[in-house]
C-alpha cells in the first residue's frame, strides 16, 4: 500500500492522517531527454524581454523576466499522483533570482473550453477554476495554497512564512501532487506542506508549472492514475 497523507476535514485545514492507495498506473512522463516536445507542453509567457523556455541537458529550462504558465497539453481526470524534480537557480543568470516555485492543477476555464487563451501574466488567471501552490513567493517571504473559484475569487487557504517553507537557492526539490477522491495535497521532499479537503473538489483539468522573474529547471516529470 503506498503512503498519502491525507485530512479530516471539516471546512479545510484539519489535523492530518495517513491515508492509503492501493496502485499506481503511469499515464505521461518526459524526462526531456528528446527536447521540448511541443505537442505535450503549451507555454505562456509574458512579453518582457529576454524569457524563454527551453530545454538543454535534459531539463526543462523556465528562463522568466515576467510571468510563465507552462502547461501540460492534456487534461487530467480523477485520481491522480503528478511528481517532479525542481529547483530554483541562483548562479549568475539574467533572471536568477530565488522566488516562485509555483504551480497549477485541475485547471479550467468556465467560459472557455480552450484554456489556452492567457499571456503569462499571473492576474489574467483570476477567472479560472483550480488550484494553485506557491513555495517561495513574493521575493521568497510566503508560501501559499489558494482555490481559485472561477470568478475572480482566489481565497487563501493556508500560508507559511517561516524558513522551513521558503526556497533554498540551487536546491533541487521533489514536488507531489496528489488528488484523491475529493482531497488534493502537495508534497515537497515528503513533506506535505498543503492538504485540502474540498467540499466541491476539482476533479478533472489541466497542470501547468507556474513563476515568475526567475529561472528554474525541471525534469523526470511523471503522472499517474492512482486507486
Known amino acids: 500500500m503506498l503512503p498519502v497523507l491525507a485530512q479530516e476535514a471539516t471546512g479545510g485545514m484539519q489535523v492530518q492522517h495517513l491515508l492509503t492507495f492501493k496502485k499506481k498506473t503511469l499515464l505521461f512522463q518526459d524526462d526531456f531527454s528528446k527536447g521540448l516536445d511541443t505537442t505535450a507542453w503549451r507555454s505562456e509567457i509574458d512579453t518582457q524581454g ?22 501540460l497539453n492534456k ?5 491522480i499522483l503528478i511528481e517532479y524534480n525542481r529547483t ?15 504551480q497549477f492543477w485541475m485547471a479550467t476555464d468556465p467560459r ?6 492567457r499571456t503569462g501574466v499571473f492576474e489574467s488567471y483570476d477567472s479560472l477554476q483550480l488550484y494553485y501552490a506557491g513555495v517561495g513567493g513574493n521575493t521568497n517571504t510566503t508560501t501559499r495554497f489558494r482555490k481559485y473559484h472561477g470568478d475572480g475569487q482566489k481565497p487563501l487557504v493556508q500560508e507559511y512564512l517561516d524558513k522551513a517553507h521558503l ?12 488528488v484523491y477522491n475529493g482531497i ?17 473538489p476539482l476533479t478533472s483539468g489541466y497542470f501547468g508549472f507556474r ?17
Request: aromatic share 10%.
Open 50 to 71: 529576454t524569457s524563454s523556455v527551453y530545454v538543454r541537458q535534459g531539463q526543462l529550462v523556465l528562463d522568466i523576466k515576467g510571468g510563465v504558465t507552462t502547461w
Open 75 to 79: 487534461p487530467l481526470q480523477g485520481n
Open 88 to 102: 530554483v537557480l541562483l548562479d549568475g543568470g539574467m533572471h536568477d533570482r530565488v522566488s516562485d516555485l509555483n
Open 112 to 117: 472557455n473550453a480552450n484554456l489556452f487563451t
Open 167 to 178: 526556497l533554498q537557492p540551487n536546491k533541487t526539490y521533489h514536488i507531489q501532487t496528489i
Open 184 to 200: 488534493t495535497q502537495f508534497i515537497v521532499d515528503g513533506i506535505p506542506y498543503f492538504t485540502y479537503k474540498d467540499a466541491a
Open 211 to 227: 513563476s515568475t522573474g526567475s529561472r528554474q529547471v525541471i525534469n523526470e516529470v511523471k503522472v499517474y492514475r492512482i486507486e
